[in-house]
């Protein structure tokens, strides 16, 4: 059965750093694209980074030198390092591995 498991998430002040995890198990075949969405309140669920097998990573320009995705394919992971967080970074983040959606965390960013 697959499953993605977050981790991270929480409070913190603007300006501030942030973690956040995702362990994927259950794939059968190697996995292909992994990254991380954002919904915010009254807004549409939108991609903030991903990152495909081989490596190659984008990034929403909304986060883009801000954030950082990094992959292990060894331990199936996918990490987001957020930094330089801005209130408007606010939003609950979803793990994404090949079609398949985490629970989501919370992210608040504070003045």
């Known amino acids: 059965q697959v499953q993605l498991v977050e981790s991270g998430g929480g409070l913190v002040q603007a300006g501030g750093s942030m973690r956040l995890s995702c362990a994927a198990s259950g794939f059968t075949f190697s996995i292909g694209i992994m990254g991380w969405y954002r919904q915010a309140p009254g807004k549409q669920r939108e991609l903030v980074a991903r990152?495909?097998?081989?490596?190659?990573?984008y990034y929403a320009p909304s986060v883009k030198g801000r954030f950082t995705i990094f992959r292990d394919n060894a331990k199936k992971t996918v990490d987001l390092q957020m930094t330089s967080l801005k209130p408007e970074d606010t939003a609950i983040y979803y793990c994404y591995v090949d079609a398949k959606w985490g629970q989501g965390t919370q992210v608040t960013v504070s003045l």
């Open positions: 990152v495909l097998s081989g490596g190659t990573e």
